[in-house]
């Protein structure tokens, strides 16, 4: 290879014409799934990025069908992406996205799911256990035998806790063992607080009520344990209010921006985590990409926290990783590692 202008290149060697690649600054994901191709259903799906109709529906039609036939079609969307088709391709297409854009992530899902992940890249994955009152049943994930796993270091995080769509408030005097557990532990919370799929309800979903979209139902299970650390998944969208109220009264509480950093439209989206920021709370804001099996919304969901104009290059930092380093207590050499 010859060049053109060989003075030019020397003396701007090292910038443009050898420029070599800055690596990224690190990203923390408080909210990854490590699950199957076909968990939301047979693969391939279509997600919105984002969604333009969320629910769109005559009530003559089956929901179910109408919601599926959306998935597979991408109507509700003008720009959606692909779920790849088996479950060894979701797991190689998240984690090369993980490692794109430098990013490291609490991973919930089926305890052997998340254990096959983390084997894969020990280095991008951190062990979290999904985690309802349904799955406590079929998988036996009691307070005791939580108490062993946490203890054993092996899972770092508890969450998502997402007994949301059974209807119960993480308030429930039935979950309060399980708050007590975590707290003496010391283990990380991470409570689903907002949205899931829209019109949920008639999705299998019958005893899911907006009403747990509030910020207050974790109210009681705070004051109760004012040691724990506690995260609200998808920050309590729509209902900016009380998910305002919550953080004031509450200091330890954090947020996750979750499934709303991609699903829902960008002038809502704007409009929501604004509020938060200048309410005084970007100290207390994380990025979680709820990724589940779209991997190319993690990309999506991070540039859409670069591009905000209405935040300071400290604050993206912020919302992107020291916030949640923080929460996580990392030690100066672990930061040190991610960068």
């Known amino acids: ?10 003396l701007l060697l090292g910038t443009t014409c050898f420029a070599q690649t800055k690596k990224q600054l690190p990203i923390i994901d408080m909210h990854l799934h490590a699950i199957g191709a076909n968990d939301q259903g047979p693969a391939p799906l279509k997600n919105g990025i984002p969604f333009d109709d969320l629910g769109l529906q005559d009530p003559k039609n089956d929901y179910g ?36 854009n430098n990013v490291f992530a609490i991973a919930s ?21 999904y985690w309802d009152f349904g799955s406590s049943q079929k998988n036996g994930l009691t307070v005791d035998s939580l108490t062993k796993l946490f203890k054993s270091g ?29 707290e003496e532990l010391d283990i990380p919370v991470g409570v689903h607080v907002g949205p899931g799929p829209p019109g949920v309800i008639y999705l299998g979903s019958q005893n899911y009520r907006a009403s747990l979209h509030s910020a207050f139902v974790l109210e009681n299970a705070l004051v109760k344990h004012p040691k724990l650390r506690v995260y609200a998944m ?23 921006l979750g499934i709303i ?37 993690i990309k999506f969901s991070i540039d859409r ?14 919302i992107l990783f020291n916030n949640a ?9 672990q930061i040190k590692s991610m960068n």
């Not at 920050?235 to 947020?255: C, E, K, N, R, S």
């Not at 926290?305 to 912020?318: C, G, T, W």
Request: aromatic share 14%; net charge negative.
């Open 305 to 318: 926290i670069k591009n905000a104009k209405f935040l300071s290059e400290e604050q993206k930092r912020d």
């Open 65 to 100: 069908e109408t919601f599926m036939q959306a998935l597979k079609t991408g109507q509700w969307a003008k720009h959606s992406t692909t779920s790849p088709l088996t479950d060894d391709a979701l797991r190689i297409q998240t984690i090369n996205a993980l490692k794109n």
């Open 154 to 182: 092996e899972f770092k995080v508890f969450g998502e806790v997402a007994i949301q769509y059974e209807g119960i408030s993480p308030s429930d005097a039935a979950f309060e063992p399980y708050l007590k557990m975590a």
């Open 234 to 256: 998808h920050a309590g969208w729509p209902m900016i209010d009380d998910m305002l109220a919550t953080l004031y009264a509450h200091p330890q509480l954090y947020v996750d």
């Open 261 to 297: 950093s991609y699903a829902i439209p960008e002038k809502e989206f704007y409009f929501y985590l604004e509020r938060l920021v200048n309410a005084g709370f970007e100290k207390r804001i994380m990025y979680g990409s709820d990724n589940m099996v779209w991997p190319e919304t």
């Open 109 to 129: 899902g089926d305890i052997d799911f998340v254990r096959k992940w983390h084997a894969v890249a020990p280095d991008r994955i951190i062990n979290a256990v």
């Open 1 to 10: 290879m010859t060049f053109k202008y060989p003075l030019i290149c020397f």
């Open 325 to 333: 380093a923080r929460f996580l207590r990392l030690t100066p050499a």
